[in-house]
């Protein structure tokens, strides 16, 4: 796991060293070695293991996710602000599965570090207001909910915001006691 300023450096002496093709004459190798400094300024924001660890939660493989997502030893300094939220977004994700006290942390740590993307803001907040819903907060989940529902421009979550809205709604309703009804009185003259 390289440092994100080791990166930086890399692509800067890649760089340097293409120019000195360049003024060698050496035209084809200096544009290579432009495209190879690419490689590592593109991997200064967007970092390997996170990306293959979304790779392998496309495929519902939690335990491959978390492999990638393990290299990461130091992700305060391996990382960039927004990698930083992702990290914790990827962890909120497979931690929801059986823990939602880590999981609402991380999807906390997430959306305060930022996410760049509006649909996984989106998901995140998604997966807080259920978990605030599950833990009988219901403003803050109705809250949560409808912020989701307005970072959702395209529409991709519009069948999980449904059913949460549903649910919700389904818990507010007052239970209602089907079979036998009547005063208790009324219950023992059936009885006999």
């Not at 432009?34 to 991997?43: A, E, G, M, P, T």
């Not at 809250?143 to 529902?149: P, T």
């Not at 449904?162 to 009804?181: D, I, L, S, V, Y």
Request: no cysteine; net charge positive.
């Amino acid at each position: 796991m390289y440092n994100k300023i080791i990166k930086l450096i890399i692509a800067i002496g890649i760089f340097g060293y293409a120019i000195y093709q360049f003024v060698e004459g050496n035209i084809g190798n200096g544009i290579m070695f432009i495209l190879l400094s690419l490689i590592f300024v593109f991997l200064y924001f967007k970092n390997e293991f996170i990306l293959l660890a979304f790779l392998r939660l496309r495929k519902q493989d939690f335990e491959g996710a978390k492999k990638w997502l393990d290299k990461i030893k130091n992700p305060e300094s391996a990382l960039v602000r927004k990698q930083q939220g992702y990290y914790n977004y990827l962890h909120g994700l497979m931690v929801s599965q059986s823990n939602m006290n880590d999981a609402e942390k991380y999807f906390k740590k997430a959306i305060s570090l930022g996410l760049s993307m509006d649909h996984d803001l989106a998901m995140a907040k998604l997966n807080l207001s259920g978990i605030a819903f599950s833990k009988r907060r219901k403003q803050e989940a109705q809250r949560l909910l409808s912020e989701a529902q307005k970072l959702d421009k395209q529409g991709m979550l519009t069948d999980q915001i449904k059913m949460m809205k549903e649910n919700m709604k389904r818990a507010q309703m007052p239970n209602q006691h089907f079979g036998t009804g009547g005063s208790v009185r009324q219950q023992k003259r059936r009885s006999k």
